[in-house]
């Protein structure tokens, strides 16, 4: 296939849920920009037309779902809806999903409970839904956001996160090896911290974690939803036809660099952390690495 058309998504039907904002909906934009129409899937389903309303001014056909992806029979209900209006799915990112947080020794089961219903049940099922489509159309291709968390601990209270980002990972795994043969890919990205309204919230409350954050990633800045365009493209289109099952990080290096590493940054690098070894100093000054999470 000629490059040119490698990244084509003319043609393609993409479900994304959290498509309302953040990476959901960079996502999205990304996916429609190279050519795909949407089923955009949101429990705020006002967010969800705004995304729609950009995606219809570039010419794609796009259509809004207030769903959450908590409640399998809402997701059911989605599929058909799908369904009647697309008549096809190439591609589905799952996106959308909440947690809450509590330190293990004391969070209640049903914040357990509830986290991975969001995370764990509402990804599955979604994963099942497009999966019957897919191999009866013996193609297709799902993204499972996951997490650092899916193989590295938080702390910080993330227990119900970090054992539902797992269970994503492994997730991936089994569809992927479950799936290949048949033509469907399951692929998962695991971000670092990306820049949301609640990270913003919680960098504004507790003043040192955005260093604490920053002092892991070895790129010099947080994520940014739109980071998430290219390898959703990629992992959407035929460049990716023989790319199943991984688990990619997107986080800045984040993931490779081990915990007593030095991190050299140049002077352009955004959201240096002023460190005594760094600070005003440019190409070739270090910090000590402490580990970040996502
Ligand atoms: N931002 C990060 O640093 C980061 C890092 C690793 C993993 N993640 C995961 O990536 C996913 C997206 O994060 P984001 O930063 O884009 O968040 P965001 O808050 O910017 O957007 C999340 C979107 O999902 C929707 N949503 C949440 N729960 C839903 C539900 N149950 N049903 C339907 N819609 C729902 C929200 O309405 C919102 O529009 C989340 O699952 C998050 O845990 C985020």
Same mark, same amino acid.
């Given at each position: 296939m000629p490059l040119a058309t490698l990244f084509d998504l003319r043609g393609r039907v993409a479900v994304v849920s959290g498509a309302a904002s953040g990476m959901g909906r960079a996502m999205a934009l990304a996916l429609g920009e190279a050519g795909a129409d949407l089923l955009l899937v949101d429990r705020d389903g006002e967010g969800a037309e705004r995304t729609a309303t950009t995606l219809r001014a570039l010419g794609r056909r796009a259509e809004p779902a207030g769903v959450d992806v908590a409640e399998p029979a809402q997701i059911r209900q989605l599929f058909a809806q799908l369904d009647r209006s697309f008549g096809r799915l190439d591609f589905l990112g799952n996106v959308a999903g909440d947690a809450r947080l509590g330190p293990p020794e004391q969070i209640d089961l049903s914040d357990v409970e509830w986290t991975w219903r969001n995370l764990v049940y509402g990804r599955f099922c979604c994963c099942q839904e497009a999966g019957r489509r897919m191999l009866a159309a013996g193609r297709g291709s799902i993204v499972n956001i996951g997490s650092l968390a899916s193989l590295t601990a938080l702390g910080r209270g993330h227990i119900a996160y %970090?054992? #539902?980002? &797992?269970? $994503?990972?492994?997730?991936?795994?089994?569809?992927?090896? =479950?799936?290949?043969?048949?033509?469907? !890919?399951?692929?998962?990205?695991?971000?670092?911290?990306?820049?949301?309204?609640?990270?913003?919230?919680?960098?504004?409350?507790?003043?040192?974690?955005?260093?604490?954050?920053?002092?892991?990633?070895?790129?010099?800045?947080?994520g940014r939803p739109e980071d998430i365009g290219g390898l959703a493209v990629f992992l959407a289109s035929d460049a990716s036809s023989w790319i199943t099952g991984a688990l990619i990080p997107m986080d800045g290096g984040n993931l490779a660099a081990n915990a007593?590493?030095?991190?050299?940054?140049? %002077?352009? #690098?955004? &959201?240096? $952390?002023?460190?005594?070894?760094?600070?005003?100093?440019? =190409?070739?000054?270090?910090?000590?690495? !402490?580990?970040?999470s996502a």
């Open positions: %970090s054992m #539902a980002m &797992g269970a $994503v990972a492994q997730m991936t795994r089994e569809l992927s090896t =479950e799936w290949a043969g048949r033509g469907v !890919r399951v692929n998962a990205i695991l971000p670092a911290q990306v820049l949301n309204s609640g990270l913003e919230q919680r960098m504004a409350a507790d003043p040192t974690l955005r260093d604490k954050f920053l002092s892991g990633i070895p790129a010099g800045r947080l007593g590493a030095t991190i050299r940054r140049g %002077s352009k #690098a955004e &959201g240096r $952390v002023p460190s005594p070894g760094n600070q005003g100093q440019g =190409e070739g000054s270090s910090m000590p690495h !402490r580990p970040a």
